[in-house]
């Protein structure tokens, strides 16, 4: 599977845990940064991560930050990205079975230890999209700014 990865300096640690587990699965990655704890801009690095993964140049992505909201916010801003904040197993798996998220959004500074985040990510890489009634619903999300968007005129 092709991931791209992105973090800022609050995440970074965790990213390079990421990053290393998953090439020792087998996976082709993207790290798109950062490369230090040196303080940067999450939306810098979690944005090139949700084109990269809408364009099909990725699988999957993997966003991390002190929290997993900022740049779950970040990725979110384009179009067809479906950033999930996931703090347990369950989350994890829903969020690909009933939701089709294509990134995973952790946060350094809130998951319980590393190994939990590397369970986590390979919960959400491993997990299919159920499809169903959940297909309707995700395709609801897509359509919803051009149903109800109306400019000013």
């Known amino acids: ?3 791209a990865i992105g973090s800022d300096h609050a995440g970074f640690m965790l990213k390079e845990a990421i990053k290393a587990d998953l090439i020792r699965q087998g996976h082709e990655v993207a790290d798109l940064g950062t490369t230090s704890t040196e303080s940067v801009d999450y939306p810098d690095f979690a944005i090139p991560v949700a084109e990269k993964v809408v364009a099909g140049e990725a699988d999957k992505g993997v966003v991390v930050c002190a929290t997993g909201i900022g740049v779950s916010i970040a990725a979110n801003k384009v179009d067809g990205a479906r ?5 347990s197993d369950e989350v994890a798996h829903f969020s690909r079975e009933h939701n089709d998220a294509n990134i995973i959004a952790l946060g350094q500074k809130t998951v319980p230890g590393t190994e939990d985040a590397l369970r986590w990510v ?13 297909e309707r619903r995700v395709e609801k999300m897509h359509t919803y700014e051009v149903e109800h968007h109306h400019p000013e005129e």
């Not at 950033?83 to 703090?87: M, N, Q, S, Y």
């Open 1 to 3: 599977m092709r991931v």
């Open 83 to 87: 950033a999930a904040v996931v703090t």
């Open 122 to 134: 390979r919960a959400f890489l491993e997990t299919p999209f159920a499809g169903g009634r959940h």
